[in-house]
């Protein structure tokens, strides 16, 4: 019998692609021009299933897979897919939330007080043999423990970063989300608010939702002018939930005091984007899921939704259940 062509991109994690080359015929593609390449393109037309992380599927694309049944990312968020076009073909999609959780949430608090304590900084400043006196005032960091944090997104991730600030720094928190949650109130003890509030009243503001039309550039020139000078902003969600010129403008003005930033505008980040020159931005390249254990567990979930699209069971993580008939 002839094997199903599953096409792997970018990160699948070794064993998961060698299990999968046992049942499937597999070709691996690192980075690829989807319009030009032509060995991808060729194996493309061929293909029943995609699993990887971050391959901009859209309708060209789409135009280009005739046999396609399942798009399996090997992410929890899913900007990368137009969503509605592969509804419209009967193609399934497929994400990876819940085994990533804690490990976001604890990258972002790590950013977090990597921020306010200027850790990467103070860093290289012992590194380069500049620690010849005790540390002066401007040199000091300011305090995460019993501050207020908003967080915008109290979705899986949002609700682990509240626990880890409520338990962990005894943090007051205030959120934003599309509904209030009444569980997330109690048991952080947390206030549900409007966006201008948690902007105004917040130290620490830390942005964690997917990047939708609603939330492309939902952090701009404006939210930046609403909040405290002293207020640090987090970005773990997507580089376009935010206008980066807006937040490079709002650091060069002293607007806010600094930022911990995962993602950007464009990725890898341009080496001459100048958020990479301030001493108060703490700069990490997408780390939020990347540890050994969890990118393990997020390439077999992938595997595990492809799998049961490709042999006519519905995914666990099924994206559009539309295609489904539900
Ligand atoms: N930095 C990283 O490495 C990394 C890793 C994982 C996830 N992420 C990002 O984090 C996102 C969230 O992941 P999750 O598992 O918590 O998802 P989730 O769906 O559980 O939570 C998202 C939350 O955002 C809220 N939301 C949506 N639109 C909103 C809006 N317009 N205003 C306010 N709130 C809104 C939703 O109501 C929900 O509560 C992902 O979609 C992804 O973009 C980043
Ligand atoms: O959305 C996710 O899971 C991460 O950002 C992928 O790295």
């Known amino acids: 019998m002839t094997k199903k062509k599953i096409l792997a991109y970018n990160r699948v994690s070794e064993p998961v692609l060698h299990d999968l080359q046992q049942k499937y015929e597999v070709e691996f593609f690192k980075h690829v021009d989807t319009r030009n390449d032509e060995r991808f393109l060729q194996y493309l037309h061929q293909v ?11 309708k060209m694309l789409l135009d280009r897979a005739p046999h396609l049944k399942i798009v399996s990312n090997v992410s929890v968020g899913y900007d990368n897919l137009d969503v509605t076009a592969l509804t419209k073909r009967g193609i399934m999609a497929t994400n990876t939330p819940d085994v990533l959780t804690d ?8 950013i977090l007080i990597a921020t306010a304590r200027r850790i990467p900084e103070l860093d290289h400043f012992v590194k380069r043999g500049q620690w010849s006196e005790f540390l002066v005032p401007e040199q000091f960091g300011v305090d995460v423990h019993h501050k ?11 609700q682990a970063i509240a626990q880890r ?13 599309r509904t209030r ?8 003890r947390a206030t549900f608010c409007t966006l201008d509030a948690l902007l105004a009243h917040s130290d620490f503001v830390c942005l964690i939702t997917p ?3 609603e939330t492309e550039g939902l952090i701009g020139k404006r939210e930046f002018k609403l909040m405290k000078k002293s207020a640090i902003f987090i970005n773990g969600s997507r580089g376009r939930t935010v206008v980066e010129e807006d937040l490079i403008d709002a650091l060069e003005k002293g607007e806010i005091l600094a930022a911990g930033l995962d993602v950007y505008k464009q990725e890898p980040v341009d080496p001459l984007n100048p958020l990479l020159k301030m001493q108060n931005v703490v700069t990490t390249p997408h780390i939020g899921s990347s540890t050994h254990e969890t990118e393990l567990k997020m390439s077999q979930l992938a595997a595990k939704n492809l799998e049961a699209g490709l042999n006519g ?14």
């Not at 949650?181 to 952080?188: F, Q």
């Open 48 to 58: 029943e299933g995609i699993i990887g992380l971050e391959l901009k599927v859209d």
């Open 103 to 110: 490990t976001v949430a604890d990258a972002i608090f790590g």
């Open 148 to 158: 207020k944090l908003g967080i915008i997104g109290m979705g899986r991730i949002g």
């Open 165 to 177: 600030a409520h338990f962990g720094f005894d943090m007051e928190i205030l959120y934003h989300s």
């Open 181 to 188: 949650k009444p569980e997330v109130d109690t048991k952080y």
């Open 211 to 213: 990047l939708t039309p």
């Open 313 to 326: 069971i519905k995914p666990p993580n099924l994206i559009n259940p539309e295609v489904w008939g539900d």
